[in-house]
């Protein structure tokens, strides 16, 4: 596909998910520096009629992580520490002394530390007032057993992330706050981003909607629970900052350029080799693989994807204030801008699709980004079944509060595509008597082996 008809398809894609109110926020896409496409729809705030534009700032969720990766590459870049030194060396205050001489700087970055959340029963039962600065939210998990040994495994950490910003206090002698606009914000010409309180009066700000949560909003309906009372305030080294499309392209920008970091600790930070960046895309069809870096964030009424694409020029960047907003555009557009076409569908006859329809186990829901549970919950969330329904001459898919409902357009009778993400295959498979018997799932946004069907 061209650029033009790339950015055609996105056009009328986001023209129909905000006519669907599945889609409200600002995207913007661009290639060398030159901005190919970028629009604001839906509302900020239904109250006051107040609608999303360009200026719009949006809680960005763990996007921000992407902030903290590149504080600590800026202060490795001037010989501040090595990224193979230990938590304790330089922060040796951190109240773990045996586990803070375990875990590396790289380790933390990478989410292989073995420290785990700070998201549980004691975080969502206290008073959130309570949290004033970084350290303030140690307890919450500095006495925990690790979840493994440092450096022997994987599992993604906020708490992990939290810890980075106490090393950035450390050891720039500045608060993570002052750092980040003193640092990248300001030199970044990022002038609308920041970590912002409940008492900031900031104008243009986004309040986040959400159906995540539906046992605690009656009736389960989309209903307006600002942003900032189901993240971080004022905003961690884990997430929770805010900012608009045009600043987190001038991010972007700061670090390609190398104006916020020199070329060698740009190339660690977009290759992974220094931070969780690097965004996983397969091709299919078995052609050279496509580098994509970036980050992507969510909570209850946030959904945030930034991506670059080092060796193509793009930029792409989806700030969205309802849930799975931002996953809605960015994985049909990542599967457009790293050389595929939009699959063909075929036609299956409705009989055959109603013998698809019906309730399937879903595995257990996880994966990156702000964790959300319930008050008093504690693990991942609770997984309800996959409701499979024929809806015209495709199938609904509704993969419960934190999945959402997706559209699967027929390939073949029994294997349907994403049409908000075209890699994303759902299969059906038939006993012996062509009794359908489970399903499963495989792409860039779903991943299920098998979830048998329910009686």
Known sequence: MTDAQIVEDLRTHLETLAAQERFSGAVLLAKHD?????????????????????????????????FTALAIAQLAEQGKFSLDDTLLKLVPDYPDHDVAAKI????????????????????????????????????????????????????????GYLVLGLVIEHASGESYYQYLQNHI????????TGCYSYADDVPNLALGYTHLLPQQMPGGTMQPAPTVTMSLSPGVSAGGCYS????????????????LVDSE??????????????????????????????????????????????????VAIVLSNYDNGAELVNQRLRWELTGHSLPQRVHVDAGALDDLAGQYKAPPQSGPGMVIMAVGQSGPPPAPPITVRAAGDALEVDL????????FLPL????????????????????????????????????????????
């Open 400 to 407: 419960g509060p934190m999945g959402g409902t997706h559209k």
């Open 244 to 259: 608009t499309v045009g600043n987190m392209l001038r991010f972007a920008d700061g670090i390609e350029s190398h104006k």
């Open 104 to 159: 590396t700087i790289r380790e933390l970055l990478t989410h292989r530390s073995g420290l785990g959340d700070f998201f549980g029963p004691e975080y969502w039962n206290s008073n959130p007032a309570r949290y004033t600065t970084l350290a303030s939210y140690l307890p919450l998990f500095a006495s925990k057993p690790l979840l493994f040994e440092p450096g022997t495994s994987a599992a993604y950490s906020n708490a």
């Open 412 to 455: 073949y009778p029994t294997e349907f595509f994403d049409d908000d993400a075209p890699g994303t295959r759902l299969t059906f498979a038939k006993d012996e008597s062509g009794r359908v018997i489970s399903l499963s799932a495989e792409g860039s946004n779903l991943r299920i082996a098998r979830a048998p069907r329910l009686p």
């Open 34 to 66: 030159q901005i190919l496409f970028e629009n604001a729809y839906g509302f900020a705030d239904h109250a006051f009629d107040a609608r999303n534009n360009l200026d719009t700032r949006f809680n960005l969720a763990s996007d921000g992580k992407m």
């Open 265 to 314: 600790w740009a190339n660690q930070l977009l290759t992974g080799a220094a931070s969780d960046w690097l965004g996983p895309m397969t091709r299919p069809d078995q052609t050279p693989r496509v580098r994509v870096a970036g980050h992507a964030g969510g909570a209850p009424g946030v959904s945030t994807w930034v991506d670059l694409y080092p060796d193509l020029g793009y």
């Open 185 to 192: 914000f300001d030199p970044a010409g990022m002038h609308h």
